[in-house]
Nanobody
Framework: QVQLVESGGGLVQAGASLNLSCAAS????????MGWFRQAPGKERDLVAA????????YYVNSVKGRFTISRDNAKNTVYLQMNSLKPEDTAVYYC?????????????????WGQGTQVTVSS
């Protein structure tokens, strides 16, 4: 069982930065692959970025490449999403998720643990 708690969301203007954190606790939390998803009103929950358990492999959706960076500190059981050059279309609830699968996990259904989400709102 893994518990995930996100923080760091907020209301910012376009072009600003935010750094989301996801604190994991529970059995062997640091051994899980992690991902950040987002869900805008009326839309599906989509993967934004993912990272392998060791942090050596990452994945980004095209719309955030060059702007967002996913990282993890296994000593602190924490995963981060640094978001730069934010755009209004980045507005969504952001969720972190954990998967027991190996490597970088892309499919939403392969994530078994989810946080409660943190709201990110970007004004134009």
């Amino acid at each position: 069982q893994v518990q995930l708690v996100e923080s760091g969301g907020g209301l910012v203007q376009a072009g600003a930065s935010l750094n989301l954190s996801c604190a994991a606790s529970g059995r062997a939390a640091r051994s899980y692959a992690m991902g950040w998803f987002r869900q805008a009103p009326g839309k599906e929950r989509d993967l934004v970025a993912a990272i392998s358990w060791g942090g050596t492999s990452t994945y980004y959706v095209n719309s955030v490449k060059g702007r967002f960076t996913i990282s993890r500190d296994n000593a602190k059981n924490t995963v981060y999403l640094q978001m730069n050059s934010l755009k209004p279309e980045d507005t969504a609830v952001y969720y972190c998720a954990a998967s027991s699968r190996i490597g970088v996990v892309i499919l939403r259904n392969d994530y078994g643990y989810w946080g409660q989400g943190t709201q990110v709102t970007v004004s134009s």
